[in-house]
């Protein structure tokens, strides 16, 4: 079946790091994406990930793993805005537009 | 502003109800998604339309119906409504057919069935 694991809530310091991971089981696989999303608002896109290795975007990075079905986002020098829920998505190889979803991370950054 | 407009912002209404969600793409996105974001859910792919056509569906019920329209605006059609339909209906969209495409979401659409 479909699959994506992710931790449910995470909780860190500003000015520190974090790391979510997103562990997937599906089907197919045409790539994965990781958006943020605040509390009732409209995801955003962060990063795509389709080959192995780590993609790094200003504060923001993310690794695939294709082998092992997994990837992880890394927030660096965490601000309180990024208090929000980071989802975990894989695009179906089987049918191309389908965006599998985990249920997201919910990440509160404390002072 | 994701440049995806969608209306209304809420809707509240009975069940057995019939309701018509709309959404207008980002200028020039040939495709349109719709998803279904619940409280435990997550969020659910509904159906994909690329330029006119339906691309890929989803978890998306019978009762349940979607069009894209020739100027490319969607409608998603929800029937016979039921308690457990109260949700965010989110529309997307990008520029090209997937993989890989990155898809800007509309606000959503807080539909409350009573």
């Known amino acids: 079946g479909q699959n994506i694991d992710q931790p449910t809530e995470m909780t860190a310091t500003e000015g520190a790091i974090v790391q979510i991971n997103c562990t997937y089981q599906t089907s197919g696989f045409n790539g994965l994406f990781w958006y943020q999303q605040h509390a009732g608002e409209a995801p955003t896109f962060l990063s795509y990930?389709?080959?192995?290795g780590l993609e790094e975007k200003g504060r923001f990075s993310s690794f695939l793993s294709r082998s092992k079905g997994y990837s992880y986002l890394l927030l660096k020098e965490l601000q309180m805005k990024d208090s929000a829920s980071y989802l975990c998505a894989v695009e179906d190889g089987g049918s191309q537009g389908n965006l599998i979803f985990g249920k997201g991370t919910k990440l509160s950054v404390k002072p | 502003d994701s440049g995806v407009t969608q209306t209304p912002k809420h809707l509240i209404t009975a069940t057995g109800q019939r309701v018509t969600l709309r959404c207008s793409p980002r200028?020039?996105?040939?495709?349109v998604y719709w998803y279904q974001q619940s409280l435990d859910q997550g969020l659910q792919f509904l159906i994909q339309?690329?330029?006119?056509?339906?691309?890929a569906k989803g978890n998306i019920l019978e009762r349940f119906s979607a069009q894209q329209f020739p100027d490319l605006h969607s409608e998603l059609n929800l029937s016979s409504l039921e308690l457990g339909d109260s949700a965010l209906y989110f529309c997307a969209s990008s520029s090209q057919a997937p993989p890989g495409t990155e898809a800007f979401f509309g606000q959503g659409t807080r539909l409350t069935v009573v």
């Open positions: 339309y690329y330029n006119g056509e339906e691309r």
């Open positions: 990930n389709v080959l192995d």
């Open positions: 200028s020039g996105d040939l495709s």
